[in-house]
């Protein structure tokens, strides 16, 4: 390994929740926001391609790898009187675990979930009925096309369901992210009826961000949503599908194909959502036909045996093998409900 931490191939399953991905021609750790800068400025000067991984929760990284340099971020610590301002490769789990034992509230129900703090205004990252749009404050930036660092509010993210104006695009690098967090102690309202329930109260109450916290990770291991590198379906990038959001105008019409295929009698799990109705992802998937479990080629993928939304590396899979499995859960929806899922992860050097 070189002075500025480059090395000659690196195989990016080492840096990714599923396991899987080739090698990279080059690979740059940068571990304070000057390097960074600097690695991608550098890079880009040279015309070279380049490739940002944080936490690699939410990657899929093609058996060929990636043609070019793999700069990973690897910044980590908060600061503020309320620990608000957070490096971009900082774990997130540990940072909100940091900000519940600090008497913070705001992002328990973000609890568990996988990749580092600079990925979470990204793709909006959200769970248990709160999203990180809901108590960002603003980002900062390096801007690729004019090599300066900006900071972004929350308004200029154009944050929708899973997505912002950062999302597809990697000609901003997040450096560092604030966040405006409740500092009396107690939860955000609760929304989600899953976590109602296992707390004891209704929607809309608070209750101590660390009760919250314990709540969320217990409802998530329950689902394999916790890395643990002894379970197999861990081995993951979340929930691999989102949830569709069908437009107004097309609701009867997949409603009544819905109907046609399970009966009438049916009741379809639906709720609003910007830009038209959501359905559940998971239970079109299970009204599909694909179990908890169900294997894809070879069984070296499979869907997760807790959670069908999760595609699982069982141990000795390729890239490949999660793409076949994926391609038919997303062909099995669409021939029976006429209901296409969309990938979550970011499909790096492979398509679906």
């Known amino acids: 390994m070189s002075t500025d931490?480059?090395?000659?191939?690196?195989?990016?399953?080492?840096?990714?929740?599923?396991?899987?991905?080739?090698?990279?021609?080059?690979?740059?750790?940068?571990?304070?926001?000057?390097?960074?800068?600097?690695?991608?400025?550098?890079?880009?000067?040279d015309g070279e391609p380049v490739l940002l991984v944080g936490g690699g929760s939410n990657l899929v990284v093609g058996d060929d790898g990636f043609d070019g340099t793999v700069v990973r971020i690897?910044?980590?610590?908060?600061?503020?009187?309320?620990?608000?301002?957070?490096?971009?490769?900082?774990?997130?789990d540990e940072y909100v675990a940091a900000t519940v034992a600090a008497g913070l509230g705001g992002l328990e129900c973000l609890s568990g979930i996988p990749g580092s703090a600079g990925a979470t205004p990204i793709?909006?990252?959200?769970?248990y009925g709160r999203e990180v749009s809901e108590v960002l404050d603003s980002v900062d930036v390096y801007d690729r096309r004019t090599a300066e660092i900006r900071t972004l509010g929350a308004a200029d993210l154009g944050f929708a369901y899973r997505t912002s104006v950062l999302k597809g695009t990697d000609t901003g690098v997040v450096l560092t992210v604030r966040f405006r967090l409740y500092t009396d102690g107690l939860s955000a309202p609760v929304r989600y009826a899953e976590l109602a329930r296992a707390l004891g109260v209704d929607i809309g109450a608070r209750v101590p961000a660390a009760e919250a916290r314990e709540a969320v990770l217990g409802l998530r291991r329950g689902k394999g949503m916790v890395l643990d590198p002894g379970d197999h379906d861990t081995w993951s990038a979340g929930s691999f599908f989102t949830n569709p959001i069908v437009p107004e105008s097309e609701l009867d019409t997949v409603l009544a194909r819905i109907?046609?295929?399970?009966?009438?009698?049916?009741?379809?799990?639906?709720?609003?959502?910007?830009?038209?109705?959501?359905?559940?992802?998971?239970?079109?998937?299970?009204?599909?036909?694909?179990t908890r479990g169900h294997p894809g080629p070879g069984a070296r993928v499979s869907l997760s045996t807790k959670h069908t939304l999760a595609l699982t590396n069982r141990g000795a899979a390729t890239t490949s093998d999660l793409l076949a499995l994926a391609r038919e859960v997303r062909d099995g929806v669409r021939t029976h409900f006429g209901v296409t899922l969309t990938p979550e992860p970011l499909l790096i050097n492979c398509k679906l």
Request: charged share 25%; aromatic share 6%.
């Open 5 to 45: 931490g480059t090395v000659g191939t690196e195989r990016l399953s080492a840096h990714t929740t599923l396991r899987l991905g080739g090698a990279a021609r080059r690979f740059v750790r940068a571990e304070s926001t000057d390097a960074l800068v600097a690695a991608v400025r550098e890079r880009d000067a």
């Open 74 to 92: 690897a910044t980590t610590g908060w600061s503020g009187t309320d620990g608000e301002t957070v490096a971009a490769g900082q774990d997130w």
């Open 123 to 127: 793709q909006n990252v959200g769970a």
């Open 259 to 290: 109907a046609e295929v399970l009966g009438d009698d049916v009741t379809v799990p639906r709720y609003p959502a910007d830009g038209g109705v959501k359905l559940s992802a998971a239970w079109l998937i299970e009204r599909a036909g694909f």
